[in-house]
């Protein structure tokens, strides 16, 4: 999928403002710098520049780091699951999960299907310290998508991560956000969390039919309330 032009104005004020923003997943360190999202169809889902070689040191309270003591206990996922399932009750969600990596440009490739989400694999296992992100198309270029009906969720619906490990995390959805693509925060997207917690992304908004590209984003915000 090709991407869309970022101005360079743009992209040099997020990377100022998210330099200090680090995750630590499964031994990799993701400096989180800039967000967007582009495709040539509809349904195209938000993208995430990253760089990586940044230390644990960089920002204190490091996603993955330390867990907040004032949290419930939880039991964490062992170090090598990873998620395989996300439903979504509320809005019939039962999708197998695709792992996202980053494309050349930094940005987090979209699911290769229509109908599945993905889980971006660099980043935290669902259930583990830190935000989770798992994104999915909206439409296709003539049919509904995975996450067509997002929308639709509120603050108390469930989302259930099934894991390679065969265990369920259960998260309950606390509220949504939307934005333009051309200022995605990225900071309450990949920024550090000291609990587990778990972010749905897909399009929203306007489709642009001169660009192929929807203008806006839609992000869900959900925290683990059983593992």
Request: hydrophobic fraction near 45%; charge should be negative.
């Amino acid at each position: 999928m090709s991407l869309s032009t970022f101005v360079a104005g743009h992209r040099a004020a997020v990377l100022a403002a998210a330099a200090a923003v680090v995750l630590v997943a499964g031994g990799v360190t993701v400096a989180a710098v800039a967000a967007r999202s582009d495709a040539d169809a509809p349904g195209s889902v938000a993208t995430a520049s990253a760089t990586t070689g940044a230390t644990p040191d960089a920002a204190s309270g490091a996603a993955g780091a330390f867990q907040d003591p004032a949290a419930p206990s939880y039991t964490p996922p062992p170090a090598d699951a990873t998620p395989v399932r996300l439903k979504i009750p509320s809005i019939g969600v039962d999708s197998g999960l695709e792992d996202l990596g980053l494309g050349a440009q930094g940005e987090l490739d979209p699911p290769k299907e229509w109908l599945s989400a993905g889980w971006y694999q660099d980043g935290v296992v669902p259930g583990a310290v830190g935000p989770a992100v798992i994104a999915g198309h909206v439409d296709s270029g003539d049919a509904p998508a995975v996450f067509v009906d997002l929308a639709k969720l509120v603050p108390g619906d469930e989302v259930q991560v099934t894991l390679s490990t065969g265990s369920v995390e259960t998260f309950r959805v606390t509220g949504s956000e939307r934005t333009p693509k051309a200022t995605f925060p990225t900071s309450d997207v990949y920024g550090a969390s000291p609990t587990p917690g778990l972010r749905l992304i897909t399009c929203d908004g306007t489709f642009d039919r001169s660009t192929g590209h929807y203008v806006d984003n839609l992000i869900v915000f959900a925290d683990l309330v059983t593992s």
